[in-house]
């Protein structure tokens, strides 16, 4: 279990901004914001869950393409990131002090068609994830539905652009390694094998969709900007504990201007992105 440590991604509005700059982009790399198996079979007033909500961006763009008869209901352990709630459309609702690693309160147990799930990684570990799973599962009504959708950024690295100017993202490389070294090592980060996990859940017609981040070509300098602002950002924060073998503030800021460099010359990160799907049973 990773031990007890700061958020390493900061709550503040340059991270509400890279949260919505990054919606936008997986989304049109993947293709679709709900899998088209759970789409079709979605009643008329489902109602669904999003769980680590962060602003809620995925519900509100889900509502704006989904029948106004859905219930959207975001759960996040803090309100920080949470868009006003005079912009939201009337069937979204925002819950905070919500903890997806504690037990839900009985009047929402068996009470969804379907739970969405994004980009919480970082609080996960080894036993995490399969505990987090059992836990949001308990949200389901029997033959309800979950989607959740990760960044395997174990697999990242720099890769050389196509330009003939660009560098082979040495940099880029580097800060990734630190990153991911210090996630495995201190904290026991990993990433499950999703089918076995939601099969081992009990959960049924698993299906899990794996997209690179380089599948749309002109996508590739989103993802790099993406991702050098969250692995920078969380070796800066790292930094602050001055633990050694962690790099000094002054070194990540020398590193990061070299991985801003590779990336400027067309080189960019590349990782994997998982959607994974499955069905309580009936
Ligand atoms: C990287 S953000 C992703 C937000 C959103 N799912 C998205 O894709 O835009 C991770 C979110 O998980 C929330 N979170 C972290 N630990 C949590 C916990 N134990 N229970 C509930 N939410 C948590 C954070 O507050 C943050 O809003």
């Given at each position: 279990m990773p031990e007890e440590e700061p958020y390493w991604l900061s709550r503040n509005p340059t991270e509400q901004q890279r949260l919505a700059r990054q919606h936008e982009v997986w989304t049109k790399s993947i293709g679709y914001l709900l899998h088209p198996s759970i789409a079709r079979i979605l009643p008329g007033n489902a109602r669904i869950a999003d769980v680590g909500c962060g602003t809620g961006i995925w519900m509100t763009e889900m509502a704006k393409s989904s029948p106004s008869t859905y219930q959207f209901d975001g759960y996040d352990i803090s309100s920080a990131q949470f868009q006003s709630t005079d912009t939201l459309p009337p069937n979204v609702s925002l819950n905070s002090e919500s903890d997806f690693k504690k037990s839900y309160p009985e009047n929402l147990v068996?009470?969804?068609?379907l739970v969405n799930i994004r980009l919480i990684i970082i609080s996960m570990g080894e036993g995490v994830w399969e505990s987090t799973l059992r836990n949001v599962l308990?949200?389901?009504?029997?033959g309800g539905a979950i989607q959740w959708i990760e960044g395997d950024f174990f697999v990242a690295r720099g890769f050389r652009g196509s330009s003939s100017t660009s560098s082979g993202g040495h940099f880029l490389t580097l800060g990734q390694l630190k990153l991911n070294g210090t996630l495995k090592e201190r904290f026991g980060y990993n990433f499950p094998n999703w089918m076995n996990m939601f099969t081992e859940a009990g959960l049924q017609n698993v299906e899990e969709d794996v997209l690179s981040t380089?599948?749309?070509?002109?996508q590739r300098s989103d993802f790099t900007e993406i991702g050098l602002g969250a692995v920078f950002g969380g070796l800066k924060n790292l930094s602050?504990?001055?633990?050694?073998g962690y790099w000094t503030e002054q070194e990540v800021g020398e590193y990061r201007q070299k991985a801003i460099e590779d990336m400027k010359s067309g080189a960019y990160l590349r990782w994997d992105l998982h959607v994974s799907i499955g069905f309580k049973a009936l």
């Open positions: 068996g009470t969804y068609d308990t949200l389901l009504k029997p380089d599948r749309l070509p002109e602050s504990t001055k633990t050694e």
